[in-house]
């Protein structure tokens, strides 16, 4: 099959920052692409260089693709003093060009040479592959699934907030039907019944889908291949067969990791114990044969010499394996607290009364040792607030709230109160231990690297700080942790992890996160969240 998109030896700077380097890939016709990697990774800038909307600073991007191409970036770039018409008409430009120019050509059909009927043949049914008649009707449809139904036509954009924005350029794109889309993030803004629509769209679309995502689910159900953004390698690593290869082979490379690592160890150790050993354990006061002294000598000179040359090459073969070690692979995260082993029992927080402005009203909210809530609702339901003042955070304006035991507080947004700070000083505050026994803690939940330790805080990017945020939780004890959006900029494999960490804690557990196949997988209550109140959702 042919190749549609390819990249030749691609490298790409921003700033002193080197994101991709010496990078290729290839995409056939019809492949359904998951982007994935961590935040600042550079799995914008591939999609924006595939678009063309920026250019390599070396190597070359090639597309074709005869039935157009779209692109919506994370953040839609639409004037704010032209209106919402005016965006439709510039999504669907490329297909009124085609109808004016079918129409022309329509007009002098009927003694027209073959190669204008050839023209008028094969433009037609590129239309109507496209479907270009149905357009301006999908324009509507995608308005009513994405929630606008109601948005005027005439509204300026400027007057549009940032999520209704993202939606209209989604409705845009969906149905100006272009051979290849290029998405980035086109869940986010999204609630469930417009990703069910978002994701059999794309299912039903003919074309080529490079889409950068977070959203497992949406991958899982869409991608026929991942590709990730390395940033350690500045490089790209693709799976192919969908979500499903991608989460295995990363398991698979864990375990051979493990495996290399143990050998690694068992021949250091070997050698070092024949190293040390065996030179004194041959030929130890050997008796005379025949009385022969001479010929004894000689072979027990032969022996030694035998022994010494084994010997050498025994601590030349250590000293190779010493040069170039296999790194240890990191813990699985798991969290430290233990409620079972001296934790505090029973009612850990209680809310009764407790008002929040008109931000959050609970009339009665118990939360006990062991217990697992999963807090949701749409958007400014109060779901934060109520976290906040769980944690204590968040003072209320009338009501008690009790609480007991030890609390750990995962925030959805991080701040940056000391940016020169160097990262493991952040990490340390607060906790007791010498520097390196805290360092050695920090590298073994896989996080960072040693060469990350020093990096001041104000460099870090949302990813790492959302993972520095993630390493004090993991160092400190707690009997309830309330985590609100916890899988935020974190790359799949952190978050397949952190999920399997969770479901192993004993302790309470609060969660608030758009993360469906989290919300799928969650071991406990859900409790939906509407204008501030909290109610208990029936199984």
């Given at each position: 099959?042919?190749?549609q998109?390819?990249?030749?030896?691609?490298?790409?700077?921003?700033?002193?920052?080197?994101?991709?380097?010496?990078?290729?890939?290839?995409?056939?016709?019809?492949?359904?692409?998951?982007?994935?990697?961590?935040?600042g990774a550079?799995?914008?800038?591939?999609?924006?260089?595939?678009?063309?909307?920026?250019?390599?600073?070396?190597?070359?991007?090639?597309?074709?693709?005869?039935?157009g191409?779209?692109?919506?970036?994370q953040?839609?770039?639409?004037?704010?003093?032209?209106?919402?018409?005016?965006?439709i008409?510039?999504?669907?430009?490329?297909?009124?060009?085609?109808?004016?120019?079918?129409?022309?050509?329509?007009?002098?059909?009927?003694?027209?040479?073959?190669?204008?009927?050839?023209e008028?043949?094969?433009?037609?049914?590129?239309?109507?592959?496209?479907?270009?008649?149905?357009?301006?009707a999908?324009?509507?449809?995608?308005?009513?699934?994405?929630?606008?139904?109601?948005?005027?036509?005439?509204?300026?954009?400027?007057?549009?907030?940032?999520g209704?924005?993202?939606?209209?350029?989604?409705?845009?794109?969906?149905?100006?039907?272009?051979?290849?889309?290029?998405?980035?993030?086109p869940?986010?803004?999204?609630?469930?019944?417009?990703?069910?629509?978002?994701?059999?769209?794309?299912?039903?679309?003919?074309?080529?889908?490079?889409?950068?995502?977070?959203?497992?689910?949406?991958?899982?159900?869409?991608?026929?291949?991942?590709?990730?953004?390395?940033?350690?390698?500045?490089?790209?690593?693709?799976?192919?067969?969908?979500?499903?290869?991608?989460?295995?082979?990363?398991?698979?490379?864990?375990?051979?990791?493990?495996?290399?690592?143990?050998?690694?160890?068992?021949?250091?150790?070997?050698?070092?114990d024949?190293?040390?050993?065996?030179?004194?354990?041959?030929?130890?006061?050997?008796?005379?044969?025949?009385?022969?002294?001479?010929?004894?000598?000689?072979?027990?000179?032969?022996?030694?010499?035998?022994?010494?040359?084994?010997?050498?090459?025994?601590?030349?073969?250590?000293?190779?394996?010493?040069?170039?070690?296999?790194?240890?692979?990191?813990?699985?995260?798991?969290?430290?607290?233990?409620?079972?082993?001296?934790?505090?029992?029973?009612?850990l927080?209680?809310?009764?009364?407790?008002?929040?402005?008109?931000?959050?009203?609970?009339?009665?909210?118990?939360?006990?040792?062991?217990?697992?809530?999963?807090?949701?609702?749409?958007n400014?339901?109060?779901?934060?607030?109520?976290?906040?003042?769980?944690?204590?955070?968040?003072?209320?304006?009338s009501?008690?709230?009790?609480?007991?035991?030890?609390?750990?507080?995962?925030?959805?947004?991080?701040?940056?109160?000391?940016?020169?700070?160097?990262?493991?000083?952040?990490?340390?505050?607060?906790?007791?231990?010498?520097?390196?026994?805290?360092?050695?803690?920090?590298?073994?939940?896989g996080?960072?690297?040693?060469?990350?330790?020093?990096?001041?805080?104000?460099?870090l990017?949302?990813?790492?700080?959302?993972?520095?945020?993630?390493a004090?939780?993991?160092?400190?004890?707690?009997?309830?942790?309330?985590?609100?959006?916890?899988?935020?900029?974190?790359?799949?494999?952190?978050?397949e992890?952190?999920?399997?960490?969770?479901?192993?804690?004993?302790?309470?557990?609060?969660?608030?996160?758009?993360?469906?196949?989290l919300?799928?997988?969650f071991?406990?209550?859900?409790?939906?969240?509407?204008?501030?109140?909290?109610a208990?959702?029936?199984?």
């Amino acid at each position: 099959m042919p190749t549609q998109i390819s990249l030749h030896d691609i490298a790409r700077s921003r700033g002193e920052r080197l994101l991709l380097d010496g990078v290729s890939l290839s995409v056939r016709p019809g492949e359904r692409v998951g982007i994935v990697g961590e935040n600042g990774a550079g799995k914008s800038t591939l999609l924006r260089l595939i678009a063309g909307v920026e250019q390599p600073d070396d190597g070359h991007v090639v597309l074709t693709a005869d039935g157009g191409i779209g692109y919506l970036g994370q953040t839609p770039d639409l004037p704010p003093d032209r209106t919402v018409q005016d965006a439709i008409d510039a999504a669907l430009a490329d297909l009124r060009d085609m109808e004016r120019r079918l129409r022309t050509l329509e007009s002098g059909l009927g003694d027209a040479p073959a190669a204008r009927l050839d023209e008028y043949g094969d433009l037609l049914t590129l239309f109507e592959l496209r479907g270009g008649y149905e357009a301006d009707a999908r324009v509507e449809a995608a308005l009513h699934a994405l929630g606008l139904e109601g948005l005027g036509h005439d509204r300026l954009l400027g007057s549009l907030s940032g999520g209704e924005q993202a939606r209209l350029g989604l409705a845009c794109l969906i149905a100006a039907a272009p051979e290849v889309m290029l998405l980035d993030e086109p869940t986010n803004h999204l609630d469930a019944a417009a990703l069910d629509w978002l994701e059999g769209a794309l299912l039903a679309h003919r074309g080529t889908i490079l889409a950068v995502s977070h959203d497992r689910l949406f991958l899982q159900r869409i991608a026929t291949a991942i590709v990730e953004v390395d940033a350690d390698r500045r490089g790209l690593v693709r799976y192919g067969d969908g979500y499903g290869t991608f989460v295995a082979t990363k398991a698979t490379a864990r375990r051979r990791w493990e495996q290399e690592y143990a050998a690694w160890c068992g021949e250091i150790a070997h050698l070092t114990d024949f190293a040390a050993g065996t030179a004194h354990g041959v030929a130890p006061g050997r008796a005379i044969k025949d009385g022969n002294k001479m010929a004894y000598d000689r072979a027990k000179g032969r022996v030694q010499a035998s022994v010494s040359s084994r010997v050498r090459n025994a601590q030349e073969r250590l000293r190779r394996l010493r040069e170039h070690p296999v790194p240890k692979p990191p813990e699985p995260l798991r969290f430290r607290a233990a409620p079972g082993l001296g934790g505090t029992e029973g009612t850990l927080v209680q809310l009764d009364g407790v008002r929040v402005g008109g931000r959050l009203a609970v009339d009665s909210l118990s939360i006990t040792a062991g217990e697992r809530l999963l807090i949701h609702g749409p958007n400014g339901a109060g779901k934060t607030t109520l976290l906040r003042v769980l944690a204590g955070l968040t003072a209320p304006d009338s009501g008690m709230v009790l609480r007991r035991g030890r609390i750990g507080f995962l925030a959805q947004e991080i701040p940056v109160s000391r940016p020169a700070e160097p990262l493991l000083d952040a990490f340390r505050r607060g906790l007791a231990g010498h520097p390196e026994e805290l360092a050695d803690l920090l590298l073994s939940f896989g996080l960072f690297r040693e060469r990350d330790l020093q990096v001041p805080v104000g460099a870090l990017s949302a990813g790492q700080r959302r993972r520095l945020a993630l390493a004090r939780l993991l160092a400190r004890p707690a009997d309830l942790l309330l985590l609100d959006e916890p899988t935020n900029h974190l790359a799949l494999g952190l978050v397949e992890e952190l999920e399997a960490a969770l479901a192993a804690w004993p302790g309470a557990l609060v969660m608030v996160t758009h993360d469906r196949l989290l919300r799928r997988r969650f071991g406990g209550h859900p409790y939906e969240i509407r204008n501030g109140r909290p109610a208990l959702v029936a199984a």
